[in-house]
């Protein structure tokens, strides 16, 4: 029997070292580097499946947290599954709630066995261990689902990433026992704060259980970028080559481009539809703040060559008049080209990697200062 999930690595740019790669899972094909629309709540906001099939999305991301707060695992368990209860036919990652353990950490209390957890909706408490969490996570189906993990505050002291990194370890141990779907692949998390002895440590420890792939948790979390590089850089000869690589929360263009020229695979991040919703636009040539006055007249698309849906029909000046009227709309054509610009900047960059002139092409656009 063939087995559900398989990643070929395909080439390595000569040059930089940058993957380009091959993630065989039940709902297809991932090919990578590749960056994953977010659908928190069980959907991409302002997009429907349709429009994410139009920008070329290949695989989406759905918080575990909050679909156990809203409807509920049980609930999306008896609808069939995620994929079936948001009427998408492509892979699904679900987060395990790690990142929440960090964002949520005024409301939150860790202990040795879990997170105890106080809703963000309604003030009723939750109390999440690893099994908990393989339990929602294997209720709502996803393709790939990740293991329990605490997110360290990056400015705490050594001795505080120690105890978050052991445990972390420690959870991954039982998020391994609890877990039993043979067709959801269970990825590891790495981390070690901003502390390179303890991103070796935890990228080796991970490493030896053998997990079908691997999260990169803790970074771009209030760090400076170059430490977050820095980072990546330390912990790249300790993870597995033959594994897709996922560097968790992280998919600014700048981010993307570095990313990928440190060997990461996967990315994930909700700025695109954030700042679509606040009438900021993604484009090759930086940032385009459309509410601007300056776009009153501006009867050009958002990026002149792009091929999305709102690039081939709408102008600036009419996406500037729906933002300042308030309209829906408004929010739908930016994160429709906001995805789109960031799906394409992968799709060339697996090209780059491709014909062996990835640098040349991250340092052209690194250079215009995307973002």
């Not at 997110?151 to 370890?169: E, I």
Request: contains cysteine; aromatic residues 10%.
């Amino acid at each position: 029997m063939d087995q559900p999930f398989r990643f070929e690595l395909l080439h390595v740019d000569k040059h930089t070292g940058a993957r380009r790669g091959r993630f065989f899972t039940p709902h297809g094909v991932i090919e990578t580097p590749a960056y994953m629309p977010v659908g928190t709540q069980a959907t991409v906001k302002a997009m429907t499946p349709r429009d994410l099939d139009d920008v070329k999305a290949q695989i989406i991301l759905s918080n575990t947290y909050h679909l156990y707060l809203r409807p509920g695992h049980e609930l999306v368990k008896e609808a069939g599954g995620l994929h079936k209860f948001m009427h998408w036919d492509k892979p699904i990652l679900t987060d395990s709630g790690g990142f929440q353990v960090f964002s949520l950490a005024g409301i939150n209390d860790i202990r040795e066995d879990g997170v105890m957890f106080r809703s963000h909706i309604d003030g009723s408490k939750h109390f999440f261990t690893p099994e908990k969490v393989m339990e929602i996570e294997e209720a709502l189906g996803a393709d790939i689902a990740m293991c329990f993990d605490e997110c360290a505050d990056p400015h705490k002291d050594h001795a505080y990433a120690v105890r978050a990194m052991d445990r972390t370890h420690r959870w991954a141990e039982r998020c391994q026992k609890a877990h039993t779907r043979p067709d959801q692949a269970l990825f590891g998390i790495v981390q070690g704060s901003v502390y390179p002895d303890l991103r070796i440590e935890s990228a080796k420890t991970l490493a030896s259980m053998d997990f079908i792939g691997y999260g990169i948790g803790g970074l771009s979390v209030g760090e400076p970028k170059p430490v977050m590089y820095d980072m990546l850089e330390t912990i790249r000869p300790y993870m597995p080559e033959n594994k897709p690589r996922y560097l968790m929360g992280v998919g600014s263009p700048d981010c993307l481009l570095e990313g990928v020229l440190r060997g990461i695979d996967l990315f994930d991040c909700v700025l695109q539809t954030r700042s679509a919703r606040n009438g900021l636009a993604l484009t090759r040539s930086g940032r385009l703040m459309l509410r601007n006055k300056t776009f009153e007249h501006d009867f050009s698309p958002i990026e002149e060559g792009c091929d999305c849906y709102a690039c081939r029909n709408f102008t600036r000046a009419y996406i500037r008049h729906l933002i300042k009227a308030d309209e829906i709309l408004a929010a739908q054509l930016v994160s429709m080209h906001n995805l789109r610009f960031s799906l394409k900047l992968m799709e060339d960059a697996r090209t780059a990697i491709e014909n062996d002139c990835y640098a040349d092409f991250a340092a052209e656009l690194l250079e215009r200062k995307l973002f």
